[in-house]
């Protein structure tokens, strides 16, 4: 070993995963966009299982988006339908390897049934210890911040926190991924290179890796691809290299 600097970061604690480019994936083999999602699920097995072997501790994964509402109805009522199904096929799963669901997002906007089965899931799983999998359904990195803000504003308001009192620590406690690390490496499929309002408080110092595979094509050698460049990775928070350990520039 040829350095004595701090080691290249190991595996990361917390992964976030924006699932994208299942409508293109079905376009390119003349299938409706919904074959995608349903291809998608398939990825989003593999990745979790790959997560939980490895022993990384939180995996969260964007699957719906608050703008994704926007979409044709008929897309969306699939994806529902698609995500019921999945979450109703994987109680099993998740109680035989220990993981923990949880749900980041505006959750009342969600249907009855969806909300029903996740409340489900989540009790049915909240003592698991393993690898704690996050959903972001309905969710939004800006309307999460003002809903946490309001909160906040509402308990100033009933004099029950002054404001002085509201650190960076106090505003994540009231965000959807309270008690959660950050994400040390956020993967974006699919080829776009954007956030599209994905964890926007908690990615302050993330690192992203991009690549053009799309989701429904992502499986555990992509997964495994971008934690290596992920290792590769130097991460300084706003300090010199030096003071971060990094190797000497050559
Ligand atoms: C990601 O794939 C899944 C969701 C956003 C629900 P897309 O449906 O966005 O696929 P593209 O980007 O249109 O290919
Ligand atoms: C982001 O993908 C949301 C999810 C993966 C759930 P989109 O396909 O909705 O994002 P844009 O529209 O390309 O930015
Ligand atoms: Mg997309």
């Not at 960076?168 to 954007?194: H, K, N, W």
């Not at 991460?235 to 010199?240: A, C, D, I, K, P």
């Amino acid at each position: 070993m040829a350095s004595t600097g701090s080691a290249p970061p190991a595996l990361p604690r917390h992964v976030a995963v924006i699932m994208d480019g299942n409508g293109r994936w079905a376009a390119l083999r003349g299938l409706p966009r919904v074959e995608g999602h349903r291809m998608g699920v398939r990825a989003v097995r593999a990745v979790s299982e790959c997560a939980r072997e490895l022993g990384i501790p939180y995996l969260t994964l964007y699957a719906f988006s608050l703008e994704n509402w926007g979409r044709p109805e008929p897309e969306v009522r699939t994806l529902m339908a698609l995500l019921q199904e999945f979450l109703g096929s994987e109680l099993p799963d998740l109680l035989r390897h220990g993981i923990r669901l949880r749900v980041i997002g505006e959750i009342p906007s969600l249907p009855l049934a969806v909300r029903q089965i996740l409340s489900r899931t989540m009790s049915a799983t909240e003592g698991n210890a393993g690898m704690t999998l996050t959903l972001g359904l309905s969710y939004a990195g800006r309307n999460e911040i003002v809903r946490a803000a309001r909160a906040l504003a509402a308990d100033a308001a009933a004099g029950t926190i002054r404001p002085e009192a509201v650190t960076e620590d106090v505003f994540a406690s009231r965000l959807d991924t309270a008690g959660m690390p950050d994400p040390d490496l956020v993967i974006r499929t699919s080829g776009e290179i954007r956030v599209s309002n994905f964890l926007l408080w908690q990615s302050a110092y993330a690192e992203y890796v991009f690549t053009d595979v799309l989701w429904p094509d992502f499986g555990k050698s992509e997964f495994l691809q971008a934690l290596e460049e992920y290792t590769r990775r130097h991460r300084r928070y706003g300090l010199t290299g030096e003071q971060a350990g990094a190797p000497p520039a050559k």
